[in-house]
T-cell receptor, first 113, second 111 residues
Framework: DAGVIQSPRHEVTEMGQEVTLRCKPI?????LFWYRQTMMRGLELLIY????????DSGMPEDRFSAKMPNASFSTLKIQPSEPRDSAVYFC???????????FGQGTRLTVV | EDKVVQSPLSLVVHEGDTVTLNCSYE??????LLWYKQEKKAPTFLFML????IEKKSGRLSSILDKKELFSILNITATQTGDSAIYLC???????????FGTGTRLKVLA
């Protein structure tokens, strides 16, 4: 398996624009996580899906952030409108179930100018 | 509030040295503790610990959990420059699926 695949790897956008980050989890994994990593706050969980259903979105910073998982092999994280403070590395991770370790994708480095 | 604290924040050693990284936690309904290594990009999984006193080992790396004292250590023996990375500790709790991450220990191994 190729592991968790994220795209794009880098994104530079202007403030106010819509940004969509994409993730393909490892085949057969039932749990999918979106994390954000910054120097100041470290790794923070944004949202967690189990069997394509959002279970916990309490980490989503505000209504500008939304996430979907239309099927078992694809998820998106959308920011609309984007702001400079959203600049961070966004990781997607998946695990077989909640009791097993999560595997991380390579991340998307987002810069909002 | 659940929290995970790692120490030291950073460490510089020479090749061949042995290092011990610490992770302490205060959480409700502890389920597991995980160690990850983060080099340039994605954190990569090292160990998952759920039971006290049972050492997990992989090559030069080993880790153990103390659920009474609420901490774990990660040992790296005979360090190499390739061990230079940020080592992250995360704790999971029953009833939620969140990984609560510490801020990490930045290890630099000098040749």
């Amino acid at each position: 398996d190729a592991g968790v695949i994220q795209s794009p790897r880098h994104e530079v956008t202007e403030m106010g624009q819509e940004v969509t980050l994409r993730c393909k989890p490892i085949s057969g994994h039932n749990s999918l996580f979106w994390y954000r990593q910054t120097m100041m706050r470290g790794l923070e969980l944004l949202i967690y899906f189990n069997n394509n259903v959002p279970i916990d979105d309490s980490g989503m910073p505000e209504d500008r952030f939304s996430a979907k998982m239309p099927n078992a092999s694809f998820s998106t994280l959308k920011i609309q409108p984007s702001e400079p403070r959203d600049s961070a590395v966004y990781f997607c991770a998946s695990s077989y179930d909640v009791n097993t370790e999560a595997f991380f994708g390579q991340g998307t480095r987002l810069t909002v100018v | 509030e659940d929290k995970v604290v790692q120490s030291p924040l950073s460490l510089v050693v020479h090749e061949g040295d042995t290092v011990t990284l610490n992770c302490s936690y205060e959480v409700t309904n502890f389920r597991s503790l995980l160690w990850y290594k983060q080099e340039k990009k994605a954190p990569t999984f090292l160990f998952m610990l759920t039971s006290s006193g049972i050492e997990k080992k992989s090559g030069r790396l080993s880790s153990i959990l103390d659920k009474k004292e609420l901490f774990s250590i990660l040992n790296i023996t005979a360090t190499q420059t390739g061990d230079s990375a940020i080592y992250l500790c995360a704790v999971t709790t029953s009833g939620t699926y969140k990984y609560i991450f510490g801020t990490g220990t930045r290890l630099k191994v000098l040749a």
